[in-house]
Nanobody, 125 residues
Framework: EVQLVESGGGLVQAGGSLRLSCAVSGFTFDDYAIGWFRQAPGKDYEGVSCIKNSAGSTYYLDSVKGRFTISSDNAKNTVYLQMNNLKPEDTAVYYC??????????????????WGQGTQVTVSS
């Protein structure tokens, strides 16, 4: 059974940092694109970042480039999203998601088959 479990969300002041974790079980994610998405109240899912280790590829939303960094620990089957210099507009529920095997990174939520339960990130001004 495929499972993705996020953790690390919380409340932080603008300019602060958080690190989100996505623990993956049920498959070895090296061949899978693992993405981070966020959804603010009343808005659609927004693709924030993605990593696919076997392709050596990453993806970042323009508004987070230079502030967010995605990485992975194969030994722990975990993907991380380091978020620095957070802004109030980063406030959202953050989800990690996985595509079907062998597909590449994408910022489109509909392309992802497996989803975690989400973790709340709130940035105060």
């Amino acid at each position: 059974e495929v499972q993705l479990v996020e953790s690390g969300g919380g409340l932080v002041q603008a300019g602060g940092s958080l690190r989100l974790s996505c623990a993956v079980s049920g498959f070895t994610f090296d061949d899978y694109a693992i993405g981070w998405f966020r959804q603010a109240p009343g808005k659609d899912y927004e693709g924030v970042s993605c990593i696919k280790n076997s392709a050596g590829s990453t993806y970042y939303l323009d508004s987070v480039k230079g502030r967010f960094t995605i990485s992975s620990d194969n030994a722990k089957n975990t993907v991380y999203l380091q978020m620095n210099n957070l802004k109030p507009e980063d406030t959202a529920v953050y989800y990690c998601a996985a595509r079907q095997r062998y597909y590449f990174c994408s910022g489109t939520a509909a392309f992802y088959s497996y989803w975690g339960q989400g973790t709340q990130v709130t940035v105060s001004s």
